[in-house]
T-cell receptor, first 114, second 113 residues
Framework: GEDVEQSLFLSVREGDSSVINCTYT??????LYWYKQEPGAGLQLLTY?????DMKQDQRLTVLLNKKDKHLSLRIADTQTGDSAIYFC??????????????FGAGTRLAVHP | GAGVSQSPSNKVTEKGKDVELRCDPI?????LYWYRQSLGQGLEFLIY????????KSGLPSDRFSAERTGGSVSTLTIQRTQQEDSAVYLC???????????FGQGTRLTVV
């Protein structure tokens, strides 16, 4: 079945790196996504990775994909207070109906403290 | 408009009443999605519209939920005889096509008392 799991809470000190982990179940997922939700706001697409890639770097963000273990991680370098938010991992199963049906995890709440 | 617009932003309703939630997608986006975010849970897919095709309603939790999309643009999600477990944030998203990036609105927070 379809299921995405991630830890619910992460606390880091400002300036440190944050690593948010996620496991997914559907090996057909072509793309895997990270979304950010700030308080009172909608979801913002942070980054995504194509399933034939192992790593993608975008400024302070690094996405690692272990397709064998179906494990995805998001690393935020030099974490700032503005990074405090809920981060959602999502998969998009290829055979979900012919469109980008996103299956989300429960979200990881990142708290950044001085 | 510049982004996906949802209204109202907040809605408090009495148990048993019907509610309508509205979504204005980004102009030109043919695909439209509704998701539900319940407290402490992830986002749950509800329904998908693509152009004039029949919608994928497989995520609707019960027959009290329905949605329509008029003229391939504005969508309305209707919940009849609301229950307390319907309390959640309802998010709408749109995209240029079935496999393109989805842009989310800010959501409607529904509270059933």
């Amino acid at each position: 079945g379809e299921d995405v799991e991630q830890s619910l809470f992460l606390s880091v000190r400002e300036g440190d790196s944050s690593v948010i982990n996620c496991t997914y179940t559907d090996s057909s997922s072509t793309y895997l996504y990270w979304y950010k939700q700030e308080p009172g706001a909608g979801l913002q697409l942070l980054t995504y990775i194509f399933s034939n890639m192992d790593m993608k770097q975008d400024q302070r963000l690094t996405v690692l994909l272990n397709k064998k273990d179906k494990h995805l991680s998001l690393r935020i370098a030099d974490t700032q207070t503005g990074d405090s938010a809920i981060y959602f991992c999502a998969e998009s199963p290829l055979f979900s109906g012919g469109y980008n049906k996103l299956i989300f995890g429960a979200g990881t709440r990142l708290a950044v403290h001085p | 408009g510049a982004g996906v617009s949802q209204s109202p932003s907040n809605k408090v309703t009495e148990k048993g009443k019907d509610v309508e939630l509205r979504c204005d997608p980004i102009s030109g986006h043919t695909a439209l999605y509704w998701y539900r975010q319940s407290l402490g849970q992830g986002l749950e897919f509800l329904i998908y519209f693509q152009g004039n095709s029949a919608p994928d309603k497989s995520g609707l939790p019960s027959d009290r939920f329905s949605a329509e999309r008029t003229g391939g643009s504005v969508s309305t999600l209707t919940i009849q005889r609301t229950q307390q477990e319907d309390s959640a944030v309802y998010l709408c998203a749109s995209s240029l096509g079935p496999w393109r990036e989805a842009f989310f609105g800010q959501g409607t927070r529904l509270t059933v008392v």
